[in-house]
């Protein structure tokens, strides 16, 4: 969770428009190096087959939503504090929140 809301923030913040912009090289760096490697899904994969092991499938499939639906509202919350530093910035369409990766 805390992975997707600093990979959002960050880069909301360092896109081109934002408030820091950054060389695609650094933003790379920091989302898909640094934040890749601590947001790395294989403790989940590792923790829903474990539950699944023990018979107990359906935690698993509730612990899979609900980690997945929390990291879309972790990213959501980075990116709107993201675009909290922009003055006189609106929150953007999905298009354009695709081009920031």
């Known amino acids: 969770l805390v992975g997707s809301f600093i990979i959002a923030l960050y880069a909301t913040l360092t896109d ?31 923790e829903t087959f474990t539950l699944i092991l023990d018979r107990h499938p359906l935690l698993g499939i509730a612990y899979v939503t609900g980690v997945v639906t929390l990291s879309l509202l972790a990213a959501a919350g980075g990116y709107r504090l993201g675009r909290s530093f922009e003055p006189g910035a609106e929150v953007k369409t999905i298009e354009e929140c695709r081009a920031l990766s």
């Open 16 to 46: 081109r428009r934002g408030a820091f912009p950054a060389s695609e090289v650094s933003r790379q760096f920091v989302m898909a190096g640094f934040c890749g490697g601590f947001t790395t899904r294989s403790l989940m994969g590792l």
